[in-house]
């Protein structure tokens, strides 16, 4: 977070999101929350690391979990786990369900394969909020009202049919029941439509590049405040 004293608008640092080039941080009995998108809802889980292969990563959840045991192979997969005060978060894929019973144990693919890992400053949740993108593409000013598929302190994901590609920068609006927000955010990454995935429209990944401080203590006030409720 800024130093910043008041509602100035405020540049968010570069460093808050710094690549690694190893999975060996994930250790046997790291604490992980996995998350994907099913029947068009985001659903999460959280396990335990049980095993570190040369080509898969291995996760064992307490409980028998429906929703997991629905999985199959090529599922895109989250899985996050604390570091200190930062966590490491990476995009990795669904393998197979270990052994006979589906909904407990299972297995993703290394997560290097995909790509490098990340450290983020900032925690993020999957939450559905209301939010208003405008954009000045090829001389024209665009705009839509959509939907996230996440958001953190740092930056958002979206649902949106607007033609945007990496490097554009647009302006958000977000508006929920418990806080509102604007920033200005260049697009980092466009996942394109896969109905199969649970993904009707695509989704737009951003990172806050202008924000008001009061704007973004709201945003991380309402991320904890959702993730306490939901435990």
Known sequence: MSNSIGDQALPVAASDTTDQDTVDDFRLHDEVRVGTRLDGHNISFRGTVIGVQDLELWVGLADVDEQLARLEPG???NVATPRGTRALVVDTTFT????SRRGRLFATTRPGEVRATQLRAYIRLEAAIAVKIT???RGRLLSEVARTVDISAGGTCFESRLPLTPGDRLTLQLRDGLFSASADADVVRVDAADPALGRPVPWIAVQ??????S???GITRYIYSEARRRL
């Open 208 to 213: 806050f590049v202008s924000i008001v401080e």
């Open 75 to 77: 599922q895109p997969l």
């Open 96 to 99: 197979r369900h270990i052994g």
């Open 215 to 217: 704007d973004q203590d």
């Open 135 to 137: 954009v000045y593409l």
